[in-house]
């Protein structure tokens, strides 16, 4: 019995199909990503949380010794700070039940900021006080105003003191106000996002949504662990660009000429923004450790601590990330558009399709290379008004670290969308010239033949 030869006109032809499978492999792929990138990271401490507690079990132990020695208290019988519950300070989710004194008055020099202290009562939400009252001081001034009422939600900063205990022999416990707790807010406003692309986008809008679920999760627990392993940032980062790339294309659209086009155009367009921002990240001398310092110093003390993350790369890498959307954008529209063209008009040849890409992609560029570089000015707004206040040299601003780096983002993110139009309006047309993924839609689609033993007459 011969063996049928392979044809792979016919396997890519019924690849939509297999395109359960394709999301199931990544989904296994994702799963091993994230239980590899699990592990512990320190290099001194193999478990940092283990280290952490035998640090807080000395610090108890000494507490419990200067109290016996200086103060002449007594602890209660076999009382001695073990570990078992090591963490002594949180963060946890409170609500405000009661003003206990209102000092707080608008200060009309600062647009009517509250000034002044507040004593509330607060009913702790979450962590491991949860349902427990507390009283705490909310002290407002210019530069930290968090004024509250009855209802209001905070996030405060509980500190357990296991070496001060009250008349029971419990921990003292005091609290102070970090932040409102916005989650809520964030929550409802995640909500009507998903809810506003699902009615307008349907089905569609719904993928895209899990699309970037996907990256997002793949960000939070692939990357970001695997650089605090000591991988190395570009490789990595690049590795994570191919693979979400492809993964949200299957996602959207299936494996079909314009996916094929589509991921093309993003990866190679991307590929040049990280390549364009390297090089005149060097000849600017911007990089992971020259960028942001404050950053850069924070990172360098867990290096010091056994965290073997390496800085350099992380400005390519950051760009590679920020470039991403943007491209996929541009080079889905793109590619969409020339698979359309041909659809309507198969006549057309690879040359004229092209053609009509690069037009159609000229008006995507001239809006999307704004958005970037908008998207900068935004953000640095208020830099500009304080170089605009203090009068910066023309010279100084544009030597800044922090003006150079968002520069260079900028750039380099506007010049993969420009490269990734020709990139993908050229792979799209050469694809509609050979003939591969002709049909894809009708194979995918037709109906499959009745099963045997239930047609008429049966």
């Not at 139009?421 to 591969?436: C, E, F, K, Y």
Request: glycine fraction near 8%; include cysteine.
């Amino acid at each position: 019995m011969s063996k049928k030869k392979f044809n792979f006109k016919r396997w890519i032809r019924n690849l939509d199909y297999k395109v359960p499978a394709v999301l199931a492999l990544a989904v296994v792929l994702f799963v091993l990503a994230v239980g590899y990138a699990a592990r512990p990271v320190a290099k001194f401490n193999p478990n940092r949380e283990d280290a952490l507690a035998v640090y807080f079990t000395h610090v108890g132990y000494a507490i419990d010794a200067n109290r016996l020695l200086y103060e002449g208290v007594e602890l209660p019988p076999g009382y001695a700070y073990d570990g078992v519950d090591p963490v002594l300070r949180e963060f946890a989710s409170a609500r405000v039940i009661e003003v206990l004194y209102n000092g707080a008055e608008p200060d009309p020099n600062t647009e009517n900021i509250m000034l002044g202290k507040q004593e509330l009562k607060v009913e702790l939400l979450t962590g491991r006080y949860k349902g427990q009252q507390h009283t705490l001081i909310n002290s407002m001034s210019r530069m930290f105003s968090k004024h509250a009422r009855v209802g209001t939600r905070l996030m405060v900063f509980v500190y357990t003191d296991h070496g001060d205990l009250d008349a029971q022999g419990n921990p003292y416990i005091s609290l102070s106000v970090m932040n409102y707790d916005r989650s809520f807010v964030l929550y409802g406003a995640l909500a009507f996002f998903i809810l506003l692309t699902a009615l307008v986008g349907g089905k569609v809008g719904l993928r895209s949504i899990l699309g970037l679920a996907f990256i997002i999760a793949c960000i939070l627990l692939i990357l970001i662990p695997l650089l605090l392993a000591g991988f190395s940032p570009v490789p990595l980062t690049v590795a994570m660009v191919v693979f979400v790339t492809v993964v949200c294309f299957v996602l959207l659209d299936g494996i079909n000429q314009k996916t094929l086009s589509a991921t093309t155009g993003t990866i190679l367009g991307v590929l040049f923004a990280a390549l364009l921002a390297f090089v005149v990240g060097q000849l600017a001398g911007i990089d992971g450790l020259r960028f942001d310092m404050d950053t850069t110093d924070a990172l360098l003390q867990f290096q010091f601590q056994g965290v073997p993350i390496r800085l350099r790369g992380l400005f390519v890498s950051g760009i590679l990330i920020a470039a991403l959307g943007a491209v996929m954008d541009v080079s889905m529209s793109i590619a969409s558009s020339v698979t359309e063209l041909h659809a309507v008009n198969p006549k057309m040849t690879g040359k004229q399709l092209f053609r009509s890409g690069m037009n159609i992609g000229r008006d995507a560029i001239g809006t999307m290379t704004n958005t970037l570089i908008l998207a900068f000015t935004g953000s640095a707004l208020a830099q500009f008004l304080l170089i605009s206040l203090n009068k910066w040299d023309y010279a100084a601003v544009i030597n800044n670290d922090y003006i150079v780096g968002e520069l260079i983002t900028g750039i380099a993110g506007s010049a993969g969308i420009i490269l990734a139009v020709p990139l993908t309006a050229l792979v799209a047309s050469l694809l509609t010239q050979t003939r591969i993924f002709v049909k894809v839609a009708k194979v995918a689609k037709a109906p499959r033949p009745p099963k045997k033993g239930k047609g008429k007459g049966r």
